[in-house]
T-cell receptor
Framework: GENVEQHPSTLSVQEGDSAVIKCTYS??????FPWYKQELGKGPQLIID?????GEKKDQRIAVTLNKTAKHFSLHITETQPEDSAVYFC????????????FGTGTSLTVIP | GAGVSQSPSNKVTEKGKDVELRCDPI?????LYWYRQRLGQGLEFLIY????????KSGLPSDRFSAERTGESVSTLTIQRTQQEDSAVYLC????????FGAGTRLSVL
């Protein structure tokens, strides 16, 4: 089955700097890659996603890139703000859809004011 | 409602007791998932419901765990004879293309 690895597990940045979180996956048939933000005491919330037919997607300060050949995808947050502090999860979905949805182990991001 | 609703938000129980956790998915979402999240860890898939199809129970860790779903609405996750290792946040998600999660139920087994 699919195996998703996420790095780093913790990340601290100064306010205004950029943050990058990376994930790799093992199943070349995976075709959908969402990113979730989980604030303390809350469930994960979808923040951005990318499909395998796209190399990059951007939404304001957040962008995701996908390298299908290398089987890795990354989340980029620019001009970080304290409210960006949270745990971020990547995920990969297999080509059969449905429940074949594999999560990374999470990155705890702290933005220092 | 506007999002996935879970209740209770917190549950403290004694070892050996049964607990029932509830999930109200987003209206119109036919797929529903339960996940377990242990402290500081990622999301562990438990069970998946899709419409009237037989649920995928492949993630349930033991026969003490079971889940039901009424049509395409409410789901309940039941843990019998709870153990301390069951302590975790249990998250429910419903799906339209991607997962939309509830806030979870934090279960503490003493």
């Amino acid at each position: 089955g699919e195996n998703v690895e996420q790095h780093p597990s913790t990340l601290s940045v100064q306010e205004g700097d950029s943050a990058v979180i990376k994930c790799t996956y093992s199943d070349s048939a995976s075709n959908y890659f969402p990113w979730y933000k989980q604030e303390l005491g809350k469930g994960p919330q979808l923040i951005i996603d990318i499909r395998s037919n796209v190399g990059e997607k951007k939404d304001q300060r957040i962008a995701v890139t996908l390298n299908k050949t290398a089987k890795h995808f990354s989340l980029h947050i620019t001009e970080t703000q304290p409210e960006d502090s949270a745990v971020y999860f990547c995920a990969a979905r297999g080509n059969l859809g449905g429940n074949q949805f594999y999560f990374g182990t999470g990155t705890s991001l702290t933005v220092i004011p | 409602g506007a999002g996935v609703s879970q209740s209770p938000s917190n549950k403290v129980t004694e070892k050996g007791k049964d607990v029932e956790l509830r999930c109200d998915p987003i209206s119109g979402h036919t797929a529903l998932y339960w996940y377990r999240q242990r402290l500081g860890q990622g999301l562990e898939f438990l069970i998946y419901f899709q419409g009237n199809s037989a649920p995928d129970k492949s993630g349930l860790p033991s026969d003490r765990f079971s889940a039901e779903r009424t049509g395409e609405s409410v789901s309940t996750l039941t843990i019998q004879r709870t153990q301390q290792e069951d302590s975790a946040v249990y998250l429910c998600a419903s799906t339209f293309q991607s997962r939309y999660f509830g806030a979870g139920t934090r279960l503490s087994v003493l």
